[in-house]
T-cell receptor, first 112, second 115 residues
Framework: DAKTTQPTSMDCAEGRAANLPCNHSTISGNEYVYWYRQIHSQGPQYIIH???NNETNEMASLIITEDRKSSTLILPHATLRDTAVYYC?????????????FGGGTRLMVKP | DAGVIQSPRHEVTEMGQEVTLRCKPI?????LFWYRQTMMRGLELLIYFNNNVPIDDSGMPEDRFSAKMPNASFSTLKIQPSEPRDSAVYFC?????????????FGEGSRLTVL
């Protein structure tokens, strides 16, 4: 699976959009970009995933660059409950049972 | 569905004791994963099962660790004998596997402290 690079930490004001970047320059053609988050003391939670088109769901939007070497997770109106560690993972979804390898992630702090 | 259920939520034991962690995956899911999380090493995949069969246990740290899945609705992770460095949060996760979105569903974790 391709390696990802994320900033260690970010701050965001409550009510503003949180834009979390991820670099995955070695991504291959059949690998998807997945985002998970882990709120303190809880198990990781799936947010969204995409291949090459931008995706949106009730939690967030995922913007993938045309060359697919980077992506941005957008939380449109961050709340205090969005404070968590956000993991960007690149993998093939149907490969060996969707194994996910978690890196260090980005610790997002939403401030009042 | 109640989601992935893990027990116990917290376990405190003394070095040398046997520890058994339990997991009930989401009904219908074909894959089950055991992860370990520590401050130093983050989230590590220990082992995963497909249709109750262990597929990859390369992440299991050593012979003191063993995992079983006797049926589709139950798995155990056993540490015998336990050591202080085994202190961590252990997560179980399941997914439907082939043909699905690739989303892993995680339990709330079992926090293990070995004194």
């Amino acid at each position: 699976d391709a390696k990802t690079t994320q900033p260690t930490s970010m701050d965001c004001a409550e009510g503003r959009a949180a834009n979390l970047p991820c670099n995955h320059s070695t991504i291959s053609g059949n690998e998807y970009v997945y985002w998970y988050r882990q709120i303190h003391s809880q198990g990781p939670q799936y947010i969204i995933h995409g291949l090459k088109n931008n995706e949106t769901n009730e939690m967030a939007s995922l913007i993938i660059t045309e060359d697919r070497k980077s992506s941005t997770l957008i939380l449109p109106h961050a709340t205090l409950r969005d404070t968590a560690v956000y993991y960007c993972i690149v993998t093939r979804p149907h490969n060996a049972g969707n194994m996910l390898t978690f890196g260090g992630g980005t610790r997002l702090m939403v401030k009042p | 569905d109640a989601g992935v259920i893990q027990s116990p939520r917290h376990e405190v034991t003394e070095m040398g004791q046997e520890v058994t962690l339990r997991c009930k995956p989401i009904s219908g899911h074909d894959y089950l994963f055991w992860y370990r999380q520590t401050m130093m090493r983050g989230l590590e995949l220990l082992i995963y099962f497909n249709n109750n069969v262990p597929i990859d246990d390369s992440g299991m740290p050593e012979d003191r660790f063993s995992a079983k899945m006797p049926n589709a609705s139950f798995s155990t992770l056993k540490i015998q004998p336990s050591e202080p460095r085994d202190s961590a949060v252990y997560f179980c996760a399941s997914t439907a596997g082939q043909g699905d979105t690739g989303e892993l569903f995680f339990g709330e974790g079992s926090r293990l402290t070995v004194l």
